[in-house]
Nanobody, 115 residues
């Protein structure tokens, strides 16, 4: 059974930084690309970033490019999202997922950007 457990969300001021983590189990983590998606209040799921199995290839939504960095540690079965220069528009529940649509995702971690 696939299990994804996100952590690291918090309340942060605009311009601040956060690092999200996702602990994965129940599948061969190193064999699958991984994704971060997010959902803001009243909106649908939005793809944020993708990382290849080995971590050498990454992709970002235009809205986060240059500010967010996705990474993974296959030995620890853990996915990360470093988020810098956060803005109010980044407030959302963030999920790690095994697909870009977020159909298989964890319970999420809340990120709130507010002054």
């Amino acid at each position: 059974e696939v299990q994804l457990v996100e952590s690291g969300g918090d309340l942060v001021q605009p311009g601040g930084s956060l690092r999200l983590s996702c602990a994965a189990s129940g599948f061969t983590f190193s064999g699958r690309p991984m994704y971060w998606v997010r959902q803001a209040p009243g909106k649908g799921l939005e793809w944020v970033s993708t990382i290849s199995t080995g971590g050498s290839i990454t992709r970002y939504a235009d809205s986060v490019k240059g500010r967010f960095t996705i990474s993974r540690d296959n030995a620890k079965h853990t996915l990360y999202l470093q988020m810098n220069s956060l803005s109010i528009e980044d407030s959302a529940v963030y999920y790690c997922a095994t697909d870009s649509a977020g159909s298989e995702r964890g319970q999420g971690t809340q990120v709130t950007v507010s002054s």
